[in-house]
């Protein structure tokens, strides 16, 4: 197992520990804080406090996803780096970091989510779907794209 996997292993119990269970859709959050914090650190070299903001679902189990980015990313509710918006379907989180001029959106990909539930409806586990979804090629389950941070000052 590479560095890198056992680091993605140990987020994702880090998130499970947070959340009370692990389940395909906290996995998806623990993805896209990784690929948050993947890109903005790079392009950042670690200045500045991360924020996000995601669009979800606010119902389960579209809101466990929230728990994943809360868990790999440290921007919270509580520490006010967390903003929380209802989406009817689509998921997308926005990140930027302060002092800085890159922002990043990720998108889940619409048809992953649906395979998803589909499954969870016809009685699939939580732990099988969350092994397919940390097993899934990135590309295959997110989107993303860096834009220019319109407000790079600090919050």
Known sequence: MTEESKQFRTQITDAVQLHGHLGPFLVIGVRIGRVAKQILNSENQGKGELY???????????????????????????????????????ITARFEITESDKALAVFVNPEIVKEVTDKISKGATNETLAEAIASMPRDKLLKFSITENHSPEKR
């Open 52 to 90: 996000a903001s995601v669009e979800v679902p606010l119902h389960t189990p579209f809101s466990c996803i929230l728990d994943g980015v809360q868990s790999t990313t440290h921007c919270t509710i509580g520490n006010q780096r967390l903003r929380v918006e209802k989406s009817r379907r689509n």
